[in-house]
């Protein structure tokens, strides 16, 4: 196996594991927000070694271009896992922002559970793209973030009634802002997959 093909296998192991983190992360961020400590803990430490990878794959892929000169595939590959290693970061970031929050009330928690299930879904449709395989990426993608922003405008509504109790006003504009950044990372999440598709097709393409 060539030199290049070695940097590059080592590249997607990182990042495959950085994915894998910021699933994790998405994971555990509302049983942490409902006041599991060791679960915000999880999340937090995630976080940590999420800012650390993400530079190790910054460095590899600037290793890759210095060294080695890629082309064709192999230069899409490079330039694109910098970018989606970024966003794997700050999907980290948001799901610690969420773990962060206390709440009392669990207002429009059947709607935040839903946007959850609905991203790790969308991580899976992901991992199969570092496969190589983008068969109806776009579609599969574009239809669970179309949910995402649906579920957000009811998690809206839900607290706007809930703000009528004054008491709850607090808990209230936590889920809103629990659910932007579910929203957030559905959002990027799709970013990377237009990635997937561009390495593997070589075609631009808009989801988000």
Not at 131 to 160: A, F, M, N, P
């Amino acid at each position: 196996m060539k030199a290049l093909d070695l940097k590059l296998e080592k590249i997607k192991d990182e990042i495959l594991k950085l994915h894998e983190m910021a699933k994790e992360a998405m994971a555990l961020c509302l049983d942490a927000m409902y006041g599991d400590e060791e679960k915000r803990e999880e999340v937090s430490e995630i976080e940590k070694e999420a800012d650390v990878l993400n530079t190790d794959v910054d460095n590899d892929c600037l290793m890759a271009v210095a060294l080695y000169q890629p082309v064709a595939r192999d230069l899409r590959f490079v330039a694109s896992i910098m970018r989606m290693s970024a966003n794997y970061e700050r999907i980290t970031d948001l799901a610690d922002k969420i773990a962060r929050f206390r709440v009392q009330k669990r207002i429009a928690e059947e709607e935040l559970r839903l946007m959850q299930k609905t991203l790790l879904e969308m991580f899976d449709i992901i991992a199969e793209a570092l496969e190589g395989d983008t068969s109806g990426l776009r579609e599969k993608l574009v239809k669970r973030d179309d949910l995402l922003d649906d579920l957000y405008l009811k998690v809206i509504q839900k607290c706007k009634e809930s703000m009528k109790n004054r008491e709850d006003i607090n808990d209230a504009l936590i889920a809103i802002f629990s659910a932007k950044h579910l929203e957030r990372s559905g959002d990027i999440l799709s970013k990377n997959g237009a990635r997937m598709i561009f390495i593997e097709e070589g075609r631009r393409v808009w989801i988000k």
